[in-house]
């Protein structure tokens, strides 16, 4: 990865105002891009915004509108061509596995929500250019309560596979890093008490190669990875981020 690589070109990223999100959008910022970042939130998205100014453009908004897409490549328009996507907003809740509303629901976000997000931003792609989206350590593995999750995260996985191959002589390269447990505001979101979470989280650190959840900034290391030039040769890969979960 070139240590200029990144500079004055634009990049989007979506679910940008905290976790793996936010940390993608520092990343990014300190190697000298200017981002376009969305969230329904603006989270810390201000306090990069006093460090950085004009470098960061922030959006509030939800993939789940299309109106709001159309306004994100409203501005992206302005900005210039896009040479870095992450189409990162996500959500996961429990529910049983025949809650076919719950699948509805996160799909929307998760699947819809970015294939919609690449779509609506595609025609301002530059050539080449690279797209990174966040599937899940779970598609390799099952966890109980969290089938309609893993399935959103898995059909996205088979669409980025095809759309690699379709977008590949337009310059665009297509992939994915699928993160494992990693310490994001997501995990508290499931829908389980705190004495819950804890109990969850002890079981899966003991699967953990390294004894703990990831934290954010070693999930955007690898994005940034396949988003530079040192992952020219990847296409339609997903990229497993897990501290070993999937090993054991």
Known sequence: MSQHEFENRLAVVTGASSGIGLAVVERLLARGARVLAMSRRPGELHG???RFGEQLHWQAGDVTQAS???????IARDLGPIHYLVPNAGIARL??????????????VNGSGALNTLAALSAQLAEPASVVFIGTFLSQVTFPGLAAYIASKTALKAQMRTLAVEMAPRGVRLNMVSPGPT????????GLGSDELAAVAATVNQRLVGGRFLESGAVADAI???????GRGLFGQDL????GYTLR
């Not at 310490?183 to 499931?190: H, N, R």
Request: aromatic share 10%; charged share 15%; hydrophobic share 50%.
């Open 224 to 230: 940034l990875f396949l988003l530079s030039s040192a």
């Open 95 to 108: 529910a049983d596995g025949l809650d076919v509303s719950s699948f509805e629901q996160q799909w929307a």
């Open 240 to 243: 497993v981020v897990d501290s």
């Open 68 to 74: 709001d897409l159309t306004a994100l490549a409203q």
């Open 48 to 50: 990069l915004q006093a």
């Open 183 to 190: 310490d994001t505001p997501i995990w508290s979101t499931l």
